[in-house]
Nanobody
């Protein structure tokens, strides 16, 4: 059974940093591209960042230069380092696995497995 478990969310002041982790089990992480999405209250889920199985990243414009996605295939874990956080970054953050390993898709339909999410709240 595939499981993706996010951790690292919390409450932080604007300008602060958080590092999210996504621990995968039941799959071989190196066979998947991975993505992070987020959903704010009353809004649709939106793409944040993706990383191919070989480590190539792709970012949503609003997080470029502030967020960094990375992966450790040996540890079956994906990370999202978030710096210079803004109140508009407040959302539930989800990691997801894409079986097309070289894809850096921004479309949620391309992802076959999802975590339960972790809350990130940025206060002004």
């Amino acid at each position: 059974q595939v499981q993706l478990v996010e951790s690292g969310g919390g409450l932080v002041q604007a300008g602060g940093s958080l590092r999210l982790s996504c621990a995968a089990s039941g799959l071989t992480l190196s066979s998947y591209a991975m993505g992070w999405f987020r959903q704010a209250p009353g809004k649709e889920r939106e793409f944040v960042a993706a990383i191919s199985s070989s480590g190539s990243p792709y970012y949503y414009d609003s997080v470029k230069g502030r967020f960094t996605i990375s992966r450790d295939n040996a540890m079956n874990t994906v990370y999202l380092q978030m710096n210079s956080l803004k109140p508009e970054d407040t959302a539930v953050y989800y990691c997801a696995a894409n079986p097309h390993r070289y894809s850096m898709s921004k479309y949620s339909i391309d992802y076959s497995h999802w975590g339960q999410g972790t809350q990130v709240t940025v206060s002004s």
